[in-house]
């Protein structure tokens, strides 16, 4: 992965000869930086930011005269919308935003950004592993790309069912693989005592909102539910019933189906003020018995230890997702979820693209891809005889790669995975749990979690948006039916349909159809 630099001026001189404004050429040094503001998203929230004596920022001054300055985005897509836009509103965008699909489509509306076309030929390595047709045609409109996108070092179909082992073993109950057989065992863990210790503080299931514009309603950790019914995530994406699953009848079924185990107290309540992270807390302290998880927030090192700390004798299992009364069944939908690096158009004025593509095609280099990806080679990694990071062999342990107290020199992953043997063997190693002496692996777990049935919405994450009225009306109200601000029944939800529909819906879904046809994403 050697790269070999060029001369900004020749640079230059590729990417701007057709501009009409007169772009400052940057020639910086290690004593004399130019300063390059980054906001990004973090490989685990639950970390900090990079320290200050980050070896990378002193290799990266002294290679590029870059001062990078580095901002975490909030991990709620919705807080993260915010904060983009709100720095677009004020002009305060930095030089290198990560974005989603919303705020994307603003900046280019907005002007704010620039296109990147003529960049990729400047960092020819990097677009051979991260940039395929797919990623560009993401972010491209018009005929123009405006940004980098790739799925955020995010593997597809990385989540699953989990269940604990142990509490059906002490209750005497088998596995659930009916929808019925679902709720019968949630009811069990909400009122049973599955952990035996003589309270009532157990519940079936455990969730938080975590909504984007391909899992609308109320998010990816119930779609497991949903997907019983065939209505997981916001679009169907068949050419036979392609359409929102809102407007599905066999979302009614689904719905009412929340709204049960919300009634009977057999979701933890404080699923609707969680956030990502109180969400983990609560499962690691044994709150409820079955969730939708992420395959290395749940089975790496660092992440399983205190679950593992308080209960030595506990056990999760990776299940089938419930099957419905028509057969079907699914963990959620599987789709790419692009997520864009732009550039503001402010960086391009001020002559910095050109170092910015310098710098992310070192990151792909040896030196940068190893460095971000594990850290310092002889400190937080060695290689094996396969060349893959290892941390067996470093001199202290403690400051291994997989380490909680580590991940912040492991933050900006997310911009140089590309998913390659080294990374998937040495990111998710094989361990022994501290206390009880569990073999453990992330991989394995991943392996497991694929298998499972998954609902195919490729596609889905580009489709068109709704207004932010209507998008709020779904939202809330949804979330108002299993609340019960509104009764779920047939008559008050065909009422709320019609309402949906009177503020756009069925226009927002004809929409939609008509683009997936476009672009060939039914199937």
């Known amino acids: 992965m050697k790269i070999k630099l060029f001369t900004f001026a020749a640079a230059l001189g590729i990417l701007f000869s057709g501009c009409r404004e007169k772009i400052p050429e940057l020639h910086p ?31 990266i001054r002294e290679k590029f005269g870059i001062n990078l300055e580095l901002t975490m985005l909030p991990f709620n897509q919705a807080d993260k919308n915010i904060k983009v836009n709100a720095a677009a509103d004020g002009g305060t965008l930095p030089d290198m935003v990560v974005v989603n699909r919303e705020p994307l ?84 863990f909400t009122h049973n005592d599955p952990d035996k210790n003589g309270k009532k503080d157990t519940y079936g299931y455990g969730a938080f909102i975590e909504i984007n514009s391909y899992e609308e309603g109320l998010g990816r950790r119930l779609d497991p539910i949903f997907g019983a019914f065939g209505v997981a995530g916001t679009w169907n994406m068949t050419e036979k019933d392609a359409g929102l699953n809102v407007r599905k009848p066999a979302y009614f079924d689904a719905l009412s189906t929340i709204v049960t185990m919300q009634n009977e107290g057999l979701i933890d309540p404080n699923w609707l003020g969680y956030k990502k992270d109180d969400f983990r807390a609560a499962w690691k302290q044994g709150r409820f018995g079955i969730m939708r998880e992420q395959h290395s927030a749940y089975a790496s090192e660092s992440n399983y230890a205190p679950f593992d700390r308080k209960f030595p004798n ?87 790669y997989t380490k909680a107290a580590q991940q912040p020199l492991t933050q900006l992953r997310n911009m140089v995975f590309w998913h390659s043997d080294a990374e998937l063997v040495s990111r998710y190693p094989t361990y022994t749990t501290e206390v009880s002496h569990k073999t453990m692996s992330a991989l394995t777990v991943l392996r497991e979690m694929q298998q499972k049935a998954w609902a195919n919405a490729t596609g889905s994450d580009s489709m068109p948006l709704p207004s932010t009225e209507l998008k709020h009306f779904y939202e809330q109200g949804v979330l108002d039916f299993v609340i019960g601000k509104r009764t779920l029944t047939k008559e008050n939800w065909a009422l709320w349909l019609e309402e949906f529909d009177h503020l756009g819906g069925k226009r927002w879904e004809e929409d939609g159809v008509e683009k997936a046809r476009q672009a060939n994403y039914l199937y």
Request: net charge negative; with cysteine; glycine share 8%.
């Open 29 to 59: 040094t290690a004593d004399n930086p130019v300063t390059i503001s980054l906001w990004y998203d973090a490989t685990v929230t639950e970390a900090g930011a990079p320290p200050a004596d980050w070896i990378a920022y002193k290799i």
């Open 314 to 400: 506990g056990s999760w299992i990776v299940i089938d997702p419930p099957v419905g009364p028509n057969g079907e069944s699914a963990v959620g939908i599987n789709t790419i979820p692009y997520t864009t690096l732009v550039i503001s158009k402010k960086a391009q004025k001020e002559g910095k693209a050109p170092l910015i593509a310098a710098l992310l095609e070192w990151m792909v280099s040896d030196e940068g891809y190893y460095l971000l990806g594990w850290g310092q080679e002889g400190v937080n990694f060695v290689f094996n005889e396969n060349h893959v990071p290892v941390t067996e062999g470093i001199p202290d342990p403690s400051k291994g």
């Open 105 to 188: 489509l603003n900046l280019i509306q907005k002007d704010l950004i620039m296109p990147v076309d003529d960049l990729y030929p400047l960092m020819p390595n990097r677009t051979q592993k991260m940039y395929d047709e797919s990623s560009r045609n993401f972010a491209t409109v018009k005929g123009k790309c405006y940004g980098f996108s790739t799925p955020g070092g995010k593997i597809q179909k990385n989540e699953g069912v989990l269940i604990r082992k142990d509490w059906l073993e002490n209750l005497g109950l088998s596995i659930p693989k009916t929808i019925d057989e679902y709720l019968d065992v949630m009811r069990a």
